[in-house]
Structures are given as C-alpha cells and as structure tokens.
C-alpha cells in the first residue's frame, strides 16, 4: 500500500476475474479472509487461541502438515477479522480460494502513503477548517474520544502528544503501549496506546533487524497526520520561522492511539495488507472510536481490499473510518478508498501561502512559494538560465531539464539560478542538484498538468515555484534577453489568500472505478502546506543528504487533508455520542461549501470550475457540521445489501457478514443505498426514481426542496416538503431523474438537491451520467 502523505471491493465486473489468477505475486505471502467471528460476549485469550488453532488446521488440511501450516501462517486475525496471512505458493492460494468457507484470497499487496513529500494545524485560525471556541467548547474538544491512527507510528516526545490537563485513561480502553523492545518510547494520558505491525512487510522484504521492534516514527508522516487529526494546543510553533501560530488537531483534547503499519520503502512499496489488517483488528478491539488511515492502493474488489475489509468491521462496531482518496490526480477515476461505509477525503488549499517572488531584471515580479531555509543576500541579482543550458555532456536534455543529479555541469551551472522543469524526481532533490552543481538558486517550474497548484518545500537553497503560466513569461524573459538576470525573495507567510480553497492537482478524482454508484471522494480538506508535529529522526525533506531537524513540518497530500476529517469526526463523535458513523458523514457532507472565499465555484489547479468528482460534496465546514438539521442515515445491513446488489453470491455475503444475513428480495438498486449524495452513473432510459431518507437531528421544523437540476436532466422531488416534529423522526422521499430531449453531450453532468428550513441547508450533489 502507498501512504496519502496520498486497499480494495468487488464489483459486478470484477466477479470474473481472480485476483489470485490475475495477479502471481512474487511476493508469495496472501491473505485468506473468512469474513467476520461468531465471538459471543467478551473475546478472551482462549477464544482467540482457539482460533489460531482452527486457522492451522485449516491450512494443515491443504498443506498435510499442521507443523508446516503453523510455520506459514505469520498473523492469525482472531478477534473481530476472521482470516490468517501466510506464506503460500500460487497454486495453494488458488485451490483455498475454492473453498466454501473461504470469503476471498488476496497476494499481500503493497499500499503507500498518501503524501507528496518532496516528490510528485498550524496557522488554523486563519482558515474555514477551524471549529470555532464555541463549538469546540460544546464538543468538549475532543475530550475522551480515542482516536487511531494507521501509519508510521509517532514521536512520543512531541508537545503535540502532551497530556497536561487530561484525565485518567478512559476505562474502555484495552490497547497497549507496544515499548518493550524500545525503552525511549513513551505512552501517557494523550498518547494512551501505541503498536507496530511488520510481518506482512516482512514477508515481502526479507528478515528485519532490531531497529524495527518499535512504534516510533521514524518518517515523520505518522506524527504528522495523528497530530493534525487530535494534536494538543502548542503556541509558538513555526517552520524556518514561517506560519507561526498555535499547532492544534481537530479533536485536541482526544487521546490518540498510532498503529505502525508503514515501513521504509522498497522499490517504492512501504505498507501491506496483512499489517494493515493486523491494525484494524487490533484497533477496533482496543476501543478506537475514529480510525484515520492516510494510505492505500488502487481500487480493487472490496472483498480484496485491506482497508475495505478492516473498516467495514470498524463500521459494524460504530467505528467511524476516515481514509485519504489517493494522490494520483488530476486523472479522472483515480480516487482509492471508495467502500460507502468510508469517509473518503480529497485535497485542496487554504487561505495561506508560504510566499517567495521571482524578481527578474526586467523590473517583473512572479509570486512563487518557498520554504527555503537559506536566502539570497538581499537585492542582489544573478544570471538566470534554462537547466537544459547547463547540461552535463554526458547527460540527456530531458534530465537536466528535470534537474537529476549528475545531470548538470558545474562549469555552466556555478553563480547562476538555473530554472527545472517539474515531475519525475523529488522538487527537494532538483534543488539538491543545482547546489551540488554550484548553482546559487532554482525556480521550479509546472507545467500545463500542474497548473496553479504551488506547494512550498523547505528546499536546501534559496529557491521557489511558479505557475505553469508564469513560468511561460519567465521562460520568455531568458529567451529574448541578452543578459536575463533575477532575484529570490526570502519566503514570508501570507494570509487571506484568494481564491482559496482550490483543489490540489494530486488530489485524485473520481468516478469510482468499482462502485460508480457511489460518488468519491466524499468530501475535501484542507491538504497542502499543512503545518503538524513531525519526527526528530530524519530531515523535513526525508533526504539522507539534508542534514536538517524540525520539531514540526509543513507536508502536502491527501494524508494531509483525511486527519482534518478525522478530528471533526472526532468533536462530532464527542457531541452525539449516539450517531452512526453514517450519520456523521451524513452531517460532514451535507454542510460542506462548494464555493471559495472570492466568492466564486471552487476552481481545479488549471482555473477551471471543479466538479464533485474532484471534491465530494465540498470543502469542510465544521462550524455547520455539528448542527446539520437533517442526517441520512445507513448501516451494515444497508451495506451488506449494497453487496448483494453488486452481485456477490448469498454465501459470500452470510460469511462477511458473520451472522447469516440473507439479501432482501428483490435486490435493492445500487443507487438506492441511503447516501447523502446521488449518483447515476448510466441513465440509459429516460428516467429512473430513487428513494432516499433523512432523520431529524435538530428542532421541529418543516423543511422545503430546491433543485439544480444537471445539464440535460430534470430532476423532480415528491413530496417537496417535509415536516418534522420530533428529533429522530424519519422522512422519506422520491427524485425523478428525467433525461430532456435534445443534443446533449453523452457525460457527466451535475447539479445538486438542498432540503432547507431557513436554518439549515442540506445539500446532496447530484451526479448523472447521460
């Protein structure tokens, strides 16, 4: 799995093809998922040494050995996930997978982080994200509420994971402070448990030293993303003396639990499925509340999807998930983490800038972003220069256009700011290349793809990023001046940014590739240049060469933006202890903004209007979530019949669902899963009737309805008003969609459905394929 600093379900399509036949991993380590435990009552030792047992038996009668069986299985899912991870050959996996009991069998796969890095909650009150001192107060901060988080572990010695002023642990709590080989490594009050999981990277890496024996975070992204979701108050916090401000997660006052489940990457892959399922196993049995997961793969079947399966048997215990979609855009279809029983979170930007100017000769000023910890002697120009200029003999136009190491000639390159092209290798490292080539500053240009999209890296010289359009002007200067020249400005902390918020254009985007019915990402947050706690071992740049240490970082991605959705989970599990994780994401979605702060649509990162497949339902407001007058809700049985629907077999679904469940007859649409948005994803007739239903969580009230209706579609609403006269009392209602005659293009098309009564506005998108 990739980390979401940017797992998988089985549609109809899908039911034809084996992942096992699909797919001969090298690694030849799989998962055998039996779906859910018949556990009654507490789960003990010896209910889940009895399934151990059963688990080797199970693989014994395959193998003919039970001493063979027990040496393969490396975990032994044995308290809410019922399943083992175990070294196999193709062919075994391929005849388990024929079993009766067996729900699925999987390759361990790898995941990733969804963060940018250097490659392709600080400073909050000067941002839309922020829960006002009023609703913070009303949700008590957080208090109590434990929230998980699967990643790289986490700095224990950070402020952020302070416990001053918190109380004893809360008596529900069943984790561990997993520190036994690690004596550095500290829980307390806030950081009130801590595990790490390797077998599964283990087995596709080869044997681990000591240095693995701990859930200390030794990446920096852990830290970063469970501080972001639940970091406590911590004043005077900066990066190279930008953005100051007080660092605080969402839920500041919840205690917060790190679940290790990334690891250093090879050939690029640093997380699996196994340890992912081990962690979701484990976190739901400690008494998790929120899981956070900044990580995943492409989207897949559900049923072989690690973070699919582990948060659907989150959901089934009212374990709200939060996942990041996936920093693979601006491709349309790439969003990950698409399940509906997932809070799914794209990327977009807030309303500050770390800001450093490109000054050219000519008198011009571009404005770039930069945290660059070295500067420019002040006004002090220098020659500047296409890298391709200044290309190592041996080296190809393309790299030294990227600025690869060794790509560059000092004899060229020496006093000069030389100009890189963006993409391929890391922004820190290109930097890296005109210093190692005696180049005095860089500017780092996009390209078309890119757009306005800026991120601000604390490059190792003075250096910063423009605009695909402004670096067109510059690329225009060089080229039609004698003796081009320019200047950097040190970087400097700008607020009120507009427009703002804009989406990302690593953000990956729908439609789902596996449940188009469903939209994803469910909403956005805010996901570049995000300040939060990092770790004392490496550098912010994560490079061996940068021998810099933060204390706190600014990091993009769509991990970035998922704990920003976590931590309201986290104040909205605080405040209605009794809401559904459906119901949350419900109230999330349903008050978010599709409109920036000029104010104007939300724009992509190449100034054109963004779609709900770029940002959900919209960008966050927490301020509105925690009173959105109406929820829709959803359960397991709802989700277990949205399976049906896809086309999974009655037996398939009574051995996930762990208790026999039966689908309803006939099956229930797909696009009639009680979502808070709605999703046609082929309107082939010339209509088609939903039904979708909304409980009352506000006063009595009598609310209307106001369509948009999309672009050669009309939409009809019966009834039109809906009057509510108790909290927890339920409406139900129809939308016809009817397709309008005429020429219109055969794609997506989209409006939006608002139920309000003055004070609240419940606002579902609306997303039609013609």
Same mark, same amino acid.
């Given at each position: 799995?990739?980390?979401?600093?940017?797992?998988?379900?089985?549609? %109809?399509?899908?039911?034809?093809?084996?992942?096992?036949?699909?797919?001969?991993?090298?690694?030849?380590?799989?998962?055998?998922?039996?779906?859910?435990?018949?556990?009654?009552?507490?789960?003990?030792?010896?209910?889940?040494?009895?399934?151990?047992?059963?688990?080797?038996?199970?693989?014994?009668?395959?193998?003919?050995?039970?001493?063979?069986?027990?040496?393969?299985?490396?975990?032994?899912?044995?308290?809410?996930?019922?399943?083992?991870?175990?070294?196999?050959?193709?062919?075994?996996?391929?005849?388990?997978?024929?079993?009766?009991?067996?729900?699925?069998?999987?390759?361990?796969?790898?995941?990733?982080?969804?963060?940018?890095?250097?490659?392709?909650? %600080?400073?909050?009150?000067?941002?839309?994200?922020?829960?006002?001192?009023?609703?913070?107060?009303?949700?008590?901060?957080?208090?109590?509420?434990?929230?998980?988080?699967?990643?790289?572990?986490?700095?224990?010695?950070?402020?952020?994971?302070?416990?001053?002023?918190?109380?004893?642990?809360?008596?529900?709590?069943?984790?561990?402070?997993?520190?036994?080989?690690?004596?550095?490594?500290?829980?307390?009050?806030?950081?009130?448990?801590?595990?790490?999981?390797?077998?599964?990277? =283990?087995?596709?890496?080869?044997?681990?030293?000591?240095?693995?024996?701990?859930?200390?975070?030794?990446?920096?992204?852990?830290?970063?993303?469970?501080?972001?979701?639940?970091?406590?108050?911590?004043?005077?916090?900066?990066?190279?003396?930008?953005?100051?401000?007080?660092?605080?997660?969402?839920?500041?006052? =919840?205690?917060?639990?790190?679940?290790?489940?990334?690891?250093?990457?090879?050939?690029?892959?640093?997380?699996?499925?196994?340890?992912?399922?081990?962690?979701?196993?484990?976190?739901?049995?400690?008494?998790?509340?929120?899981?956070?997961?900044?990580?995943?793969?492409?989207?897949?079947?559900?049923?072989?999807?690690?973070?699919?399966?582990?948060?659907?048997?989150?959901?089934?215990?009212?374990?709200?998930?939060?996942?990041?979609?996936?920093?693979?855009?601006?491709?349309?279809?790439?969003?990950?983490?698409?399940?509906?029983?997932?809070?799914?979170?794209?990327?977009?930007?807030?309303?500050?800038?770390?800001?450093?100017?490109?000054?050219?000769?000519?008198?011009?000023?571009?404005?770039?972003?930069?945290?660059?910890?070295?500067?420019?002697?002040?006004?002090?120009?220098?020659?500047?220069?296409?890298?391709?200029?200044?290309?190592?003999?041996?080296?190809?136009?393309?790299?030294?256009?990227?600025?690869?190491?060794?790509?560059?000639?000092?004899?060229?390159?020496?006093?000069?700011?030389?100009?890189?092209?963006?993409?391929?290798?890391?922004?820190?490292?290109?930097?890296?290349?005109?210093?190692?080539?005696?180049?005095?500053?860089?500017?780092?240009?996009?390209?078309?793809?890119?757009?306005?999209?800026?991120?601000?890296?604390?490059?190792?010289?003075?250096?910063?990023?423009?605009?695909?359009?402004?670096?067109?002007?510059?690329?225009?200067?060089?080229?039609?001046?004698?003796?081009?020249?320019?200047?950097?400005?040190?970087?400097?902390?700008?607020?009120?940014?507009?427009?703002?918020?804009?989406?990302?254009?690593?953000?990956?985007?729908?439609?789902?590739?596996? =449940?188009?019915?469903?939209?994803?990402?469910?909403?956005?947050?805010?996901?570049?240049?995000?300040?939060?706690?990092?770790?004392?071992?490496?550098?912010?740049?994560?490079?061996?060469?940068?021998?810099?240490?933060?204390?706190?970082?600014?990091?993009?991605?769509?991990?970035?933006?998922?704990?920003?959705?976590?931590?309201?989970?986290?104040?909205?599990?605080?405040?209605?202890?009794?809401?559904?994780?459906?119901?949350?994401?419900?109230?999330?979605?349903?008050?978010?903004?599709?409109?920036?702060?000029?104010?104007?649509?939300?724009?992509?990162?190449?100034?054109?209007?963004?779609?709900?497949?770029?940002?959900?339902?919209?960008?966050?407001?927490?301020?509105?979530?925690?009173?959105?007058?109406?929820?829709?809700?959803?359960?397991?049985?709802?989700?277990?019949?949205?399976?049906?629907?896809?086309?999974?077999?009655?037996?398939?679904?009574?051995?996930?669902?762990?208790?026999?469940?039966?689908?309803?007859?006939?099956?229930?649409?797909?696009?009639?899963?009680?979502?808070?948005?709605?999703?046609?994803?082929?309107?082939?007739?010339?209509?088609?009737?939903?039904?979708?239903?909304?409980?009352?969580?506000?006063?009595?009230?009598?609310?209307?309805?106001?369509?948009?209706?999309?672009?050669?579609?009309?939409?009809?609403?019966?009834?039109?008003?809906?009057?509510?006269?108790?909290?927890?009392?339920?409406?139900?209602?129809?939308?016809?969609?009817?397709?309008?005659?005429?020429?219109?293009?055969?794609?997506?098309?989209?409006?939006?459905?608002?139920?309000?009564?003055?004070?609240?506005?419940?606002?579902?998108?609306?997303?039609?394929?013609?």
């Amino acid at each position: 799995m990739k980390l979401f600093f940017l797992p998988s379900l089985l549609v %109809l399509l899908h039911l034809a093809s084996n992942p096992i036949l699909a797919s001969k991993d090298s690694s030849s380590s799989y998962v055998v998922y039996f779906g859910a435990h018949s556990h009654v009552g507490e789960i003990t030792e010896d209910a889940m040494d009895r399934v151990k047992e059963t688990h080797y038996d199970f693989l014994g009668s395959f193998t003919g050995s039970l001493e063979k069986a027990t040496n393969d299985i490396f975990y032994s899912y044995t308290k809410h996930i019922n399943g083992f991870a175990a070294h196999l050959d193709h062919d075994l996996a391929y005849a388990i997978s024929k079993h009766p009991e067996v729900v699925s069998v999987f390759p361990n796969k790898a995941l990733k982080l969804h963060t940018t890095r250097s490659w392709d909650f %600080l400073g909050l009150e000067h941002n839309s994200y922020v829960p006002s001192s009023s609703i913070w107060k009303k949700a008590r901060f957080g208090e109590d509420t434990i929230i998980a988080n699967l990643d790289t572990g986490v700095w224990p010695e950070s402020k952020s994971f302070r416990d001053e002023g918190l109380g004893p642990i809360p008596s529900r709590w069943k984790g561990i402070c997993q520190n036994q080989k690690d004596a550095t490594f500290h829980c307390n009050r806030k950081l009130i448990g801590a595990r790490y999981f390797h077998k599964g990277y =283990a087995a596709a890496v080869g044997p681990l030293n000591s240095t693995f024996e701990s859930p200390r975070d030794l990446d920096g992204h852990g830290s970063h993303t469970l501080s972001t979701a639940a970091g406590a108050f911590v004043p005077g916090v900066s990066v190279f003396s930008q953005g100051n401000g007080t660092a605080k997660g969402g839920s500041p006052r =919840a205690r917060v639990a790190a679940y290790k489940v990334c690891w250093p990457p090879v050939k690029g892959n640093e997380c699996y499925d196994a340890d992912v399922l081990a962690a979701f196993d484990a976190a739901i049995h400690d008494g998790a509340d929120v899981i956070s997961v900044s990580l995943g793969g492409e989207a897949t079947s559900f049923f072989n999807d690690s973070v699919a399966i582990g948060s659907f048997h989150a959901a089934k215990k009212r374990i709200v998930v939060v996942c990041s979609a996936g920093n693979s855009g601006p491709v349309d279809g790439s969003v990950s983490n698409v399940a509906p029983w997932q809070i799914t979170v794209g990327a977009s930007t807030m309303d500050r800038v770390f800001a450093s100017n490109l000054v050219l000769g000519n008198g011009k000023h571009y404005k770039g972003q930069s945290l660059s910890s070295t500067v420019l002697p002040h006004a002090k120009f220098y020659p500047i220069m296409s890298s391709i200029r200044a290309k190592a003999k041996n080296a190809s136009a393309l790299d030294a256009q990227l600025c690869k190491i060794g790509s560059l000639d000092p004899k060229k390159a020496k006093g000069k700011i030389l100009v890189c092209l963006r993409g391929q290798n890391g922004r820190v490292e290109k930097g890296r290349a005109v210093a190692l080539a005696g180049g005095v500053g860089m500017v780092l240009e996009n390209t078309n793809v890119t757009g306005n999209d800026l991120i601000a890296d604390p490059h190792v010289l003075p250096a910063t990023q423009l605009t695909s359009t402004d670096s067109l002007a510059v690329s225009r200067y060089i080229s039609q001046t004698k003796n081009p020249i320019a200047h950097i400005t040190p970087s400097r902390t700008d607020l009120g940014l507009k427009p703002a918020p804009v989406m990302a254009s690593f953000s990956s985007k729908g439609p789902s590739t596996v =449940a188009p019915e469903i939209l994803k990402p469910d909403i956005t947050a805010p996901g570049v240049s995000v300040i939060a706690a990092y770790t004392g071992a490496v550098s912010p740049t994560n490079e061996q060469f940068d021998p810099r240490r933060l204390l706190y970082n600014a990091v993009s991605g769509t991990s970035m933006s998922c704990p920003h959705v976590s931590g309201i989970a986290g104040l909205l599990k605080t405040r209605y202890p009794s809401w559904s994780p459906a119901a949350i994401r419900s109230a999330i979605m349903t008050t978010a903004t599709t409109m920036d702060d000029i104010p104007g649509p939300i724009q992509n990162a190449t100034n054109m209007k963004a779609t709900p497949f770029s940002f959900g339902a919209g960008h966050v407001q927490p301020n509105l979530a925690v009173n959105p007058g109406l929820v829709y809700d959803s359960g397991v049985k709802d989700y277990l019949n949205f399976l049906c629907s896809l086309g999974y077999n009655a037996s398939q679904i009574a051995v996930f669902s762990g208790n026999n469940f039966t689908c309803s007859s006939p099956k229930t649409s797909l696009v009639n899963l009680n979502y808070p948005s709605i999703t046609v994803p082929n309107l082939t007739s010339s209509k088609i009737t939903i039904s979708r239903t909304v409980k009352n969580v506000g006063r009595p009230s009598t609310y209307t309805v106001r369509v948009t209706n999309p672009q050669g579609v009309y939409v009809a609403v019966k009834p039109t008003s809906l009057n509510f006269t108790k909290v927890g009392e339920q409406k139900t209602f129809k939308v016809t969609l009817v397709k309008v005659k005429g020429n219109v293009a055969k794609d997506y098309v989209f409006g939006e459905l608002v139920w309000s009564d003055k004070k609240h506005r419940v606002r579902s998108p609306i997303v039609v394929k013609l």
